[in-house]
């Protein structure tokens, strides 16, 4: 590998309240930075609604991206045995896909993936392979780079390490967003002793496993996942944001049908005639655009779409109960009885998460320790917590959304 | 004073991680923070394009607003003096002060304001006062509330103390927003010890002072203050970013006087005519309606504009260099050299501070110490430190920014 | 109640990393405060020999009792159920048992317990009760204190919901050195979220219950107990002090009890006589009398003790394994073969921990949790975490402990 | 540069919550660790008497020392300027003067070198060139290292860059008591941003300068020495503690004069004597000897002695005044009324502190910066901040002190 990349003429240093500062010293890194499908990520936050619950929930997708990069680049840079089995192209292409791992991201978290049909980890591989931008600066480092840095993404990477640091069970995608959302929340449930995993990190057959001497941190940082997931991730408040918002494409898609759509913003055609986007029209829809045609909807001609947007806008949540065949049947006949159309206004959420799941025969979904002795085993073979924990079942919630205004008669 | 205001049914907590949470017990506080004008603080970052420096710095108007009323809340029920000389209707007054004190902020900071000629303060005031929604809530609660409100705003109170609360030289407003950002910017130089300010701040004839042992934590404050000016609120790269915002919409009247605007959105329109902006006008110009008009400028026919909203959304900051009359002249020929006109590609900046501004007749405009035996002194006669920095002159710095296309010329 | 307890002239104010402040406002605490025995604890270390593995780890049972003093000061003004459901002498007796809990403690933490075969809860009263200095300062504060604050601290006292504030399974006392013990030895696990519990908790038949909306938090104050234990109290490294420390005494007391115990400090001496110790005997045996006596035994005449001795002081820790019947057969024959005396140089340790005990009939070693809708469940009822772990068995660590001379042989 | 040292077999870590964790990977710094002297430095608290007013100020020289030696660590190692500008063996040599520069401190901080009228560097250098295990450690790592490491604590070394990275104006020493202070006494004013300063530092003729983009750091760090003496160094209580202890000594010795010193333990004799001490005198009295030796003395025949004892242990502070000639001449009356000898019952204290010394000729006293162009300059005559500071006069603080008891009489 006699290839060299070349260098930022100074280390870029750019601060982060997270890492204190993300370390750039690579030009194809910089440039990527500065692409503008990786600088609209500033226009996606990271939490989506999540600021209707937690006000300060404002951080982007941007800045989670940089952290993923940073924590794949002391990954790289500072676990010896990680360090020693790649070489640098091995690294620059690690350390290109954590950055843009993201980078074809919709707005609103995931919400919009359920509306538009799509997996943004799709769009992430066509920006990096197709984007002439994007696909330019990957290419002038180094032939092959693109597809290289898209196959780390969609786990067909030569070597399998590569994928797993940044997308595995523990991982610097995760390591990241549990951090960073706690920071951003004021939460601190998502906090736990990253240094002492890395510290503790080893790779053996291209797989990180961790020391039993860090044990600890593990467990920590799977119940930090586990208590995220139900404080942040599927708080019912922030449940009912994308409830509500899911309604609202919903009635401009049948309105769309009927040829009733409201005149709405330009960018948001295609939405409604459910087809699959091009590149250029996924750019446009970032959460100002969304915001934006929100605003207008207010005060188009359809009652529905018009309230809901209105509700998106200024925070009026549904309210919310377990779903029950009961529940909703009750539900459904208030909102009835009050004019409220239930298609839009009776929305239903399903979440579940285990704490952990452990292995059933696909390797990468599992988080490896190595054992005094030298053996490897499942976390769940030797975390004493965790194997209780994964003997109870997953914990769902299924909750069904309706507007306050009818909690007096429920 | 017999009223007694309504209590929520139980208190609300909102979580922040500067202040942890944030409590409200008053129906009329909890109303006010659901109404829409409050609520399009979402849509207001609070150091509008300092994200192009610190890419974390996203957090908005809003959070920032809740955070001055907390501190607020906390003054006027934690600090024996204060809580003991204010009636509950007082208490209410300067607590719901607080919160609107920004609500008729303008996007992207204080680079509206000069675009646009107006003072948040005049619409903040004219929002407590015109708008149905805020102004119903507050009179609903006591009649003349929402006069009495914008009173504080506008130190105009019957009770002085209650403006110094929030607009002083040590306020919750300055308070709140050096912690966030401090936070926010992952920045430590706005960090001082608030918990020490609330133990040592008195009551005298209306003016809060501080004890002789808290004027470390004032020394810290006011130093933080100065390194928040310099590091965050006057760096180049944020002050470059609201130089060429002010160069569009320049080049936006200037095309809009000679009727050859491009077609924008039309919320653009009273701002291109450059006349006074009714309440619901102004309403609609929040970061979202802004940063969906670039990205249609874009593609709009005028070359500058074009440029401009580009370089706005992709972060392709002007540099900048010393107004030197020599270095104006300079890039002032490289420019034209290039095909830049410099009506718009040649930008000023001017920014002044002082570390402290010593008392010079108004007593608002200074902090004041009760030193040992009682007397009270202003700080820059109380503190070794801050006499030696107002000694000095005003820091300055005068800068042009410029594209970095022209850098090689120079 | 018409009693009124004396205030300080200004209310006393202690700096605290942990609570930031320690807030004093009766006379009565200030006084117990600078009480001879009370300042004792300042020569006592909180976590005794865990400075050989955590090098920060000297904070003291002084600014331990303080904090359990500031944390039950809290409860018992900010907590509107436990505030409203007492009268000022409950306050007083429970702040006064908090501050007082640990005044009779041992050096060492447990060890000395352990070697004197005394509890240190049993010296705690009798301070309370017998000693001149804090029995009237008690007395002077209120008739029968003394026996109160004592009550309190035996689960005696008349209000049971006392006892359960300072010692329970969610009291003061483990609150404060759960996140003490963390700050001091920078270990990050024994954090969790105290405003949180704070907030949450309710009581119900004079028994603390935590609202559902709190349940997060206990888990994460059970699993900062559970790490916390592993980590810290039960490292290895502190337990091989202590078995040494343990070694030493059992050494002098079978050189005394053969009447050739190397001449030592006088103070020494009821404890190699191995009877119960006065007050007075017992006051003057800190950790500074015990270093200074391990300081002349170095050059004792007996080569055990000597030997032990230098050992505890230059941190010569023993190494240690598992205790096997087959391993501690073998170490006993490498230490015969080269020269130690396995009566002191193989010690054992037992240690075991549940996670958290379920209730089984004593109702003070739960956890309580009111559900919604009004219920109380134990914890272990209510939380899928906890119950998970519950169902696993305690996890136990026998080790056996030796010098790391013999290492070598084995 | 042929030479290598040996590294242990694994690299040791130790905690810190200043630093997180403490790197050891060469056996001479691990052996230099566990060698007596330095264990010995557990037994001496970094603040000495300073836990009267802070209470968990209770951190040691020990882990000062091992702070010292992490920030070397980082410098020689993640400073590129400093990395590239030593050998390994410069870099061996600079770490272990780091961990080694307080090993022949005495207790008490600085109040014994007043009693002792001893250095604590030239012990230090002693400690490390004659005692027989550390001097071996050193040597057998590499012939005459006891010798240069000396040097560099003696400011002879042969590259002046080595004392001048651990004490100079910026330097490793300082660094860590600020922080290290800061966090274990609960005040926030010894922060400030070590990662910006290591960013910032280059070298220019073995001297470390500070680029000027890292001018906000330091000016941070001037503002947290100049706070922190006053706030802790300098705090009337903990300077009446030392006062106390020198009178105590005072009375030792002028007793011993007359033949009349109480018998106390035969540690102290040397003292008593005023003679220099041996190392094995001096290694004798750390801070718990000296602990029990005022318990002993409490009930030693002298009254005054006696009496001063007692109020060291059980923290009955002198009180203090301005000391005017009028003051003292009152406070001197008061104490004869009293039956106090003013000999041992009024003592001095005259404490001074300039924010900043400029530059006068010794270059080693200055903290340089690189200007942009690459100028090299004073810190006062580039920092607007500290070029006003030091055009102030020097504060002083003169106080006199004497017991409580009299203070109704003044």
């Not at 706690?182 to 601190?188: L, S, V």
Request: net charge negative.
């Amino acid at each position: 590998m006699g290839e060299s990349f070349r260098k930022t003429s100074e280390e870029k240093v750019l601060r982060d309240p997270v890492h204190r500062y993300i370390h750039i010293s690579y030009e194809v890194i910089w440039n990527l930075l500065n692409a503008r499908w990786f600088q609209r990520l500033h226009r996606i936050r990271q939490l989506g609604g999540a600021f209707v619950v937690y006000p300060t929930a404002c951080h982007t997708r941007f800045s989670h991206s940089i952290g993923v990069y940073e924590i794949t680049r002391r990954m790289v840079s500072e676990i010896p045995e990680i360090r020693d089995s790649l070489n640098e192209r091995e690294k620059i292409t690690v350390m290109a896909a954590a950055l843009l791992h993201d980078v074809g991201h919709a707005p609103y978290s995931h919400a919009f993936e359920r509306i538009l049909n799509l997996s943004h980890e799709d769009y992430t591989c066509r920006i990096i392979e197709e984007d002439e931008e994007i696909r330019s600066i990957l290419e002038a480092a180094s032939p092959g780079l693109a597809e290289d840095t898209a196959d780390v993404i969609r786990h067909r990477s030569r070597n399998p390490l590569l994928s797993r640091l940044i997308s595995g069970q523990l991982d610097a995608d995760r390591m990241d967003y549990l951090l960073r959302d706690a920071y951003f929340t004021g939460t601190t449930y998502g906090e736990f002793d990253m240094e002492r995993i890395f510290r503790t990190m080893r790779v053996i057959n291209a797989m990180p496993v961790i020391k039993e001497s860090g044990i600890y941190a593990v467990e920590n940082y799977v119940m930090a996942r586990y208590h995220s997931y139900w404080q942040v991730y599927y708080h019912p408040g922030a449940r009912s944001y994308e409830t509500m918002l899911f309604s609202l494409f919903k009635r401009l898609r049948n309105l769309h049908e009927k040829n009733a759509a409201p005149s709405v913003i330009p960018e948001f055609l295609p939405l409604l005639e459910g087809r699959e986007l091009s590149l250029p029209e996924y750019f446009a829809l970032d959460e100002c655009t969304c915001s934006y045609a929100f605003m207008k909807l207010q005060s188009c001609g359809d009652p529905i779409a018009s309230d809901l947007a209105e509700r998106l806008l200024n925070r009026k949540l549904f309210d919310y109960m377990d779903a029950s065949q009961e529940n909703i049947a009750h539900v459904r006949a208030c909102l009835s009885q009050s004019g409220f159309d239930p298609d839009y206004y009776l929305t239903e959420d399903d979440v579940m998460q285990s704490v952990y799941v452990p292995y059933t025969g696909e390797k990468d979904n599992a988080v490896w320790i190595r054992v005094h002795g030298g053996e490897i085993r499942e976390l769940s073979d030797s975390s004493f917590i965790v194997s209780s924990l994964v003997r109870g079942k997953p914990l769902k919630d299924k909750r069904i959304y309706f507007p306050k205004e009818i909690r007096s008669l429920l």
